[in-house]
């Protein structure tokens, strides 16, 4: 990987001291050096039990670095073949952090395991990903999904693992640890267009085994930025990459079962064709495009219990369109969700850096904009984004969305958001977002308003104490239809505050933290009377950090909850002989007390178990009732290999009506149970084949919805609310080969089944089926 030619290499230790030249760059001994690594969890600034070595050197076209990392005990070395973007979860890896732009608020995160698989990302401060989430895959022109990351000194330092980048790397495991190599292209980054560049480095290291993590410039919880705290490169000279441009040609093809006629029937196969494209227009502002994008999933969202959910669930962006770039994107409420464009014909995107403002555009067309409204026509959406550094750390920016019907009713759907990150001190951070919206329907009667959003946080980090209040008020009529906001119409005032002790080091207990935080609900509009407060929770949560990386964490909670008469003016009760009577909202709800344990064990270098159990009193919102939910959540992963892994995932939910000494309260009965079980066993051939096989059972059995008073069936719409029992499998196939990102072939099939609840497949009827195949080449000029 090491090219045969001469260069200037160069690094800088924290105080900014340069590195000599070195004649032949395959020979690592003559690159810089950065030792001197540091523990920062569990216990801050004590030597790592596992040294680490990095060496660092540059050419015309890319930077190197070599990686030494030793280990007392080789054989305990966590190294597996698996996805790209999901190494970093259950392997030992070593991270190397490029802040190119120095300025501390964004950096490119470039991971490898011990056999040299990648995993790459963004970090951005502050940010809390809108566009990925929820585990591994993801990325630049595939699907995939996102997230991952962790927390660190009370403040969110996550990896956005939903970018993909092209470089290359190598590792290989030896008798005194394991050594890596990455060569990253400066085509593959952007930075400042000066003659010579400093950039902030951070290099971390995590032994999965011990979960013991170090970074060669120290970390402390006590300063609010963790890429504040980085290291500086400095004189890298005459870096002129070539200017970026990528062609991507996509070729699909599907062929598609359905049953909506009673009988099952298989379409012709059908292809279409797509493309996307990326020009550098200059070194930090990049301009996409792609047209009749193939938005495809290959794996499908998990799914999430939905009987007791007053609110639409979030599932996260998976199309790499709309994942590459899009951090510029995220604001402290999440106005831009892009899985409100739901097939789109085409899209623009523009993002990049100019001096101190991040500016980005989305502009696309959906052909299937079903969620507003109802139209069958298409939606055009635009969205405008800029951001400005200030200060030492901190932003301000503002954002703009529009949605736009074509089919001449003039329905449209405006927001402009201003939004603001500014650091105080080392430890407290203030973030806060003012926002206001026009919404504008179809019907004629209904008239275009200005409803506003407000929202603040002070959060305080540090080692030992950290805290943080927040207070959200959005508007009932406030709507974002470019965005995800559930809670419209509610005044949410939060707080959390953190003790932690640390244990010596090598001690049996390494840490141990307590947790108290509150939650509270008002109405908007009585909210600014001094009343309106309908829910209410307090709970604790203390957390215990074992040797060897096992964690147990328990929560204790009590709350109360006051069901809104305005959520059940459509509900009448269904008396004898079939007339219906009026409903009457019931008491609040006091004293809903919950107990959960969250376990994460590693019981062996092939077998973990995580997951949670919960019991607790519930509001059951549909019927505005008590309830008393038992839940479960283990999971449990099997790598017999290091090319085999087996997961189990189960979820399952009890509710049954509480007992009441109030007269005329039911009796305690059950009134849902769910089951939701994923099974997922994934082999790797190499680096780029795959192999997976998903199978996931829905079970969902509700009873008739009944008054609480009363206990007589509860009609809506006068249309009474019966006995609900539904089963739904879901089975997936996929052979994917991906040498690198954007260059990918795979074929696939899938079947959704629906009928009993029952987990015997014989019981079921297909619904949907669909066999694919996708081919993709990445060309970079």
Do not use: C
Request: glycine share 12%; no cysteine; proline share 5%.
């Amino acid at each position: 990987m090491i090219p045969e030619s001469t260069s200037t290499g160069v690094w800088t230790n924290r105080h900014g001291a340069r590195l000599p030249r070195s004649k032949r760059l395959h020979k690592w001994g003559t690159a810089a050096i950065l030792g001197g690594f540091t523990q920062y969890i569990p216990i801050e600034g004590v030597d790592p039990t596992e040294p680490t070595e990095v060496r660092v050197f540059y050419t015309d076209e890319a930077i190197y670095f070599g990686i030494r990392a030793y280990d007392s005990d080789p054989d305990e070395i966590l190294a597996r073949f698996g996805e790209r973007d999901r190494v970093t979860y259950n392997d030992d890896w070593v991270r190397i952090i490029l802040d190119t732009f120095d300025d501390r608020r964004q950096a490119y995160a470039f991971s490898i395991n011990p056999l040299g698989l990648q995993s790459d990302g963004l970090i951005v401060e502050g940010s809390v990903s809108g566009f990925g989430g929820g585990g591994g895959g993801g990325g630049h022109y595939r699907g995939g999904g996102g997230g991952g990351g962790g927390s660190y000194g009370g403040r969110v330092f996550q990896v956005d693992f939903n970018p993909d980048f092209i470089w290359d790397s190598e590792g290989i495991v030896d008798a005194e640890g394991w050594t890596g190599e990455i060569r990253i292209p400066y085509v593959s980054l952007r930075f400042r267009e000066i003659p010579e560049q400093a950039w902030g480095i951070q290099v971390t290291r995590e032994v999965k085994r011990t979960r013991f993590r170090q970074s060669w410039a120290p970390l402390t919880k006590d300063i609010s930025s963790s890429l504040g705290q980085s290291g500086r490169l400095v004189g890298l000279r005459d870096v002129h990459p070539r200017r970026l441009v990528e062609l991507n040609p996509v070729a699909t093809g599907i062929r598609t079962g359905t049953n909506e006629t009673g009988a099952f029937l298989r379409s012709d196969p059908d292809g279409e064709f797509g493309f996307n494209a990326r020009i550098g227009i200059t070194q930090n502002m990049v301009l996409d495009g792609t047209y009749n994008p193939d938005f495809s999933q290959i794996e499908a969202d998990v799914s999430q219990i939905t009987v007791n959910e007053r609110f639409a669930l979030f599932f996260p962006e998976k199309r790499p369109f709309f994942l590459n770039g899009t951090e510029i994107f995220n604001t402290p409420q999440r106005l831009v969700y892009t899985r409100q464009i739901a097939d789109p014909l085409g899209g623009l995107k523009l993002t990049g850096k100019l001096g101190s403002f991040n500016v980005g555009y989305i502009g696309a067309l959906d052909d299937s904009p079903s969620s507003i409204l109802g139209r069958s026509g298409r939606a055009r959406f635009n969205v405008l984004r800029a951001r400005r550094d200030i200060g030492s750390g901190s932003t301000v920016g503002v954002l703009y969305t529009s949605r736009d019907m074509t089919d001449g009713s003039g329905a449209f759907n405006r927001v402009l958001s201003g939004d603001a990150r500014i650091l105080l001190g080392g430890r407290y951070t203030l973030t806060t977002q003012v926002a206001g919206s026009l919404d504008h329907s179809e019907l004629e009667t209904e008239q275009t308003q200005f409803s506003p959003l407000i929202m603040a946080s002070l959060d305080r980090s540090g080692r030992e104490f950290s805290w943080k209040a927040t207070f959200t008020d959005i508007h009932p009529d406030f709507h974002a239809r470019s965005g995800f906001i559930t809670r419209a119409g509610d005044t949410q005032v939060d707080a959390r505050m953190t003790v932690t002790r640390f244990g010596r080091p090598g001690a049996i207990l390494e840490r141990t933290s307590i947790t108290a935080s509150t939650q509270n609900f008002f109405d908007h509009d009585a909210f600014w009377t001094g009343s309106g407060l309908f829910e209410h929770e307090l709970q604790v949560m203390p957390s215990f950090t074992f040797r060897g990386g096992r964690t147990l964490s328990f929560m204790i909670r009590n709350g109360y909850f006051r069901f809104q008469p305005a959520r059940y003016v459509n509900y009448t009760i269904v008396d004898e002989g079939g007339s219906q009577s009026p409903f009457l909202t019931p008491e609040p709800l006091k004293n809903l007390k919950a107990f959960m344990v969250f376990p994460r064990m590693r019981l062996s270098n092939e077998f973990s178990l995580n997951g949670s159990f919960m019991a607790r009193e519930t509001a059951i919102f549909a019927e505005a009732s008590r309830g008393f939910e038992l839940q479960a959540r283990p999971e449990i992963q099997w790598s017999p290999t290091d090319r085999l892994e087996l997961s189990v995932n189960h979820t399952f939910s009890r509710i049954s009506r509480s007992s009441s000494e109030q007269p005329g309260m039911v009796p305690k009965e059950v009134y849902s149970t769910v089951h939701v079980t994923n099974i997922r066993a994934q082999y790797l051939f190499n680096r780029a084949l795959m192999a997976r096989a998903i199978v996931q059972y829905d079970l969902d059995e509700r009873e008739a919805l009944k008054d609480p008073t009363s206990g007589k069936q509860l009609a809506i719409f006068g249309q009474p609310q019966g006995t609900r029992s539904t089963g739904e499998f879901q089975g997936q196939f996929l052979l994917q080969y991906e040498p690198s990102p954007g260059t990918i072939f795979y074929i696939g099939f899938s079947r959704l089944m629906e009928g009993e609840r029952s987990y015997r497949v014989s019981t079921m009827n297909p619904v949907e089926e669909g066999i694919f195949l996708k081919l993709s080449y990445l060309f970079r000029m």
